[in-house]
């Protein structure tokens, strides 16, 4: 984590669980089915099996899920669990201790897989691994993880490295491709297309030809999907985010601090998710292709740190 190139928020411009769940249910309205906690890291948030509980209360909810790095997962997977969590993705880019504490910079590789046993435990599911896969750093271990996944029946969803905010440094020759991955794991684990879940999930799912579950990849540079995104993301200080990439949201926290009714606040919802046109990835696939050059810093956006994924 490079902290210099982060703003950190004040406690006090941190949305309560309140908050939350309302935002929630106006969003539910609107017609979204699912929820995920993301960060971040949603699991240093203090009790948030209570928050879990509140959101699990929305009806017309189908389904809650948490994405984590796992490091404070196996003490806390029970109690998520029981207030209404339905399944995890974790962030797991490596199964190597040393590599794992070079990317972390302060973490260690143990508590995680820990997490993910406890997760399993407790019937979680389904349990997804998200790998991002950077040419020259971990493809080496494309492999292992899906082995990993298959051993533990936990479905890996590897992902092509992009250019989410500013600070990640990276560049077009460090995306290892969905093609390539395809290929080294179809010559190994035969796998048969299944398709993007509900034909506009970010990952194309793949179930194995032997009947060892499946993995999933998300071709997140060489095949975009803005045209079919049915994503918000609501930001912890309460901004109405539209895009993984976008520079700004939308404030709801201010007006419903104001006093904004429901109503206010839904026609808000509304008109922003009605106005968007958001091709960040489209239009960066375009001129990587056309060999037009693309500099990501020249498209300052909000951090993932800020977002999640």
């Known amino acids: 984590m490079p902290f210099d190139e982060y703003q950190w928020v004040e406690r006090a411009q941190v949305l309560s669980f309140d908050e ?9 309205a609107h017609g979204v089915s699912q929820i995920r906690l993301t960060g971040g890291e949603p699991l240093v948030r203090r009790e948030l099996s209570k928050l879990v509980a509140q959101l699990r209360s929305i ?16 003490e806390q997977a029970a109690s998520l669990r029981a207030a209404g969590l339905d399944r995890i993705n974790v962030s797991l880019d490596t199964l190597q201790p040393d590599r794992f504490r070079k990317i972390t910079q302060r973490g260690e590789l143990q508590p995680v897989l820990d997490g993910l046993a406890a997760a399993k435990a407790v019937g979680m599911g389904p349990i997804k691994i998200n790998t991002v896969v950077i040419r020259g750093f971990n493809d ?17 969803r590897l992902i092509e490295y992009m250019d989410v905010g ?50 999933g990849i998300i071709g997140s540079v060489t095949e975009p999907f803005c ?15 539209t895009c993984l990439f976008a520079e700004t949201g939308m404030d709801l926290k201010t007006r419903m601090r104001q006093g ?6 839904s026609d808000v ?33 909000i951090e993932m740190i800020t977002l999640g994924g």
């Open 20 to 28: 939350i769940e309302r935002l929630a249910r106006l969003f539910v």
């Open 59 to 74: 009806k017309g909810l189908s389904n809650l899920s948490l994405t984590t790095n796992g490091a404070l997962l196996a």
């Open 140 to 156: 080496d271990e494309l492999l292992d993880l899906v082995a990993f996944g298959r051993l533990h029946n936990f479905e890996i």
């Open 166 to 215: 500013n600070a990640s440094g990276w560049t077009p020759d460090k995306t290892f491709s969905k093609r390539e991955m395809l290929e080294i794991i179809h010559a190994q684990y035969p796998v048969r297309e299944v398709g993007r879940a509900s034909g506009s999930a970010p990952a194309v799912d793949y179930e194995f030809v032997d009947g060892a579950g499946q993995i």
């Open 227 to 241: 045209s079919s995104c049915t994503r918000a993301r609501l930001t912890a200080d309460g901004k109405f985010v």
């Open 260 to 265: 904004a009714s429901d109503e206010e606040l």
């Open 269 to 301: 919802i509304r008109t922003v998710w009605s106005d968007r046109g958001d091709r960040y990835s489209d239009l960066r696939w375009e001129r990587l292709k056309s060999g037009a050059g693309y500099e990501p810093r020249d498209h300052k956006k």
